[in-house]
């Protein structure tokens, strides 16, 4: 069994800066690309950021400069640094790992959100 777990979201004004943290643990044989999803009210979740386990990094255009993206692999966990907080950025946050419980699966997991919001 793998567990997914975020943390540090809240309430942050405008320009100012958050960092969020997911660790996986469980269950793992390895550990692939690890990415960051937000969904705000009323809109389809998206993607914000991935690294690849070689340390490749990808960026929604709409955090690019702003955001960044970093992993533990020896923790087995994700962080993304987040500047330059805009209104819009407010959404629930979700880290998404690619897990390979066992050496013949490979699954993708959710972790359970934390909330950000981005407000005077």
């Known amino acids: 069994q793998v567990q997914v777990v975020e943390s540090g979201g809240g309430l942050v004004q405008p320009g100012g800066s958050l960092r969020l943290s997911c660790a996986a643990s469980g269950n793992i044989f390895r550990i692939y690309t690890m990415a960051w999803y937000r969904q705000a009210p009323g809109k389809q979740r998206e993607l914000v950021a991935s690294?690849?386990?070689?340390?490749?990094?990808n960026y929604a255009d709409s955090v690019e400069g702003r955001f960044a993206i970093s992993r533990d692999n020896n923790k087995n966990t994700v962080s993304v640094q987040m500047n330059s907080l805009e209104p819009d950025d407010t959404a629930v946050y979700y880290c998404?790992?690619?897990?390979?419980?066992?050496?013949?699966?490979?699954?993708?997991?959710w972790g359970q959100g934390t909330q950000v919001t981005v407000s005077s």
């Open positions: 998404y790992p690619e897990i390979s419980p066992t050496m013949w699966r490979r699954d993708k997991y």
């Open positions: 690294i690849a386990s070689s340390g490749t990094t």
